[in-house]
């Protein structure tokens, strides 16, 4: 596979109705599958809402849920990759990245990095990721999922960089500083100039897709976007309310960005791994 066909499914979901966002997801991946898309990314909780708090025990669900299995059976036609609070057999609530294909769950991301400054309160609510690895769907390229904050923290694309990936997929949700959606505010212009810069230093490609709306006062920005291993923007949404821009991802362009720029090439992981063990050894 040289092409692959990717849709941004930018929604506003309904916080804390379960039912009716997987229902609004399935008739999305409905869409973009008719316009030949092998692959939907949604935000992160697009099954919940954001601003869970209190709520996140009532919206949680163990991936066997029928309400996950919906989603899951839609994956027959068209890759989907949702976001949702997560219950662990341990019954720990993790936000969760899931990615389904063929009818089944190929992989599951846990959020590793959990804010609690600002009006962020997710620590509180949620148990933090133990693990960051690549996954491999049938025929889809190496990828790796980052949830929102995740991507604030080298580490994690790094981590995932080294061990391969093609695509990095950002489900996020994203409060803006704008109510105008104004490209050049503060939110929006941090995600473009952060997301651009790990696309052309890992000669990846990266999809975020961040969801829209507005919850307890709080505006969530859209502007999903797609970005090409040369550092360049390839697709985009301008809008600041529910959108599905698609984006054709051609993985032929990776072998010429990588032989331009090497950096993967001449990483030298166990110089990394060396420093690190000394600094934390020097901690002790």
């Not at 190929?106 to 600002?118: A, F, M, N, S």
């Not at 690895?133 to 025929?139: L, S, V």
């Not at 104004?182 to 052309?200: C, I, K, M, N, V």
């Not at 950096?263 to 690190?276: A, C, F, K, P, S």
Request: glycine content about 8%.
């Amino acid at each position: 596979m040289t092409v692959m066909r990717v849709a941004m499914g930018q929604v506003s979901p309904v916080l804390g109705d379960v039912p009716a966002n997987v229902d609004k997801h399935i008739q999305i991946a409905q869409m973009a599958y008719a316009q030949g898309a092998q692959l939907i990314v949604f935000p992160e909780l697009g099954l919940t809402g954001y601003l869970l708090k209190d709520m996140t025990y009532e919206v949680a669900r163990p991936l066997d849920h029928p309400d996950v299995q919906r989603l899951v059976a839609q994956s027959k036609d068209i890759d989907v990759l949702f976001s949702l609070v997560e219950e662990s057999a341990s019954h720990r609530f993790h936000i969760s990245a899931v990615y389904a294909s063929g009818g089944k769950i190929v992989h599951v991301h846990r959020k590793v990095y959990l804010p609690t400054y600002g009006l962020f309160e997710e620590g509180r609510h949620a148990a933090q990721g133990t693990d960051i690895k690549p996954f491999t769907a049938p025929t889809r390229p190496p990828a790796g999922v980052m949830i929102c904050e995740d991507a604030w923290h080298p580490s994690v694309p790094y981590l995932l960089s080294v061990a391969g990936v093609d695509v990095l997929y950002v489900p996020a949700a994203g409060p803006g500083r704008a109510l105008s959606g104004d490209p050049h505010s503060g939110s929006q212009q941090f995600w473009e100039r952060l997301l651009r810069t790990y696309a052309q230093l890992f000669t990846c490609y990266v999809v975020f897709v961040n969801r829209v709306g507005f919850e307890d006062g709080v505006f969530f920005f859209g502007q999903s976007f797609a970005v090409g291993p040369d550092g360049e923007i390839i697709a985009r949404s301008e809008r600041i309310e529910e959108d599905m821009p698609i984006v054709d991802i051609d993985l032929s362009l990776l072998r010429r960005a990588r032989y331009r720029t090497p950096l993967l090439r001449d990483e030298d992981v166990y110089l990394t791994q060396r420093i690190l063990q000394r600094t934390l050894g020097s901690e002790g």
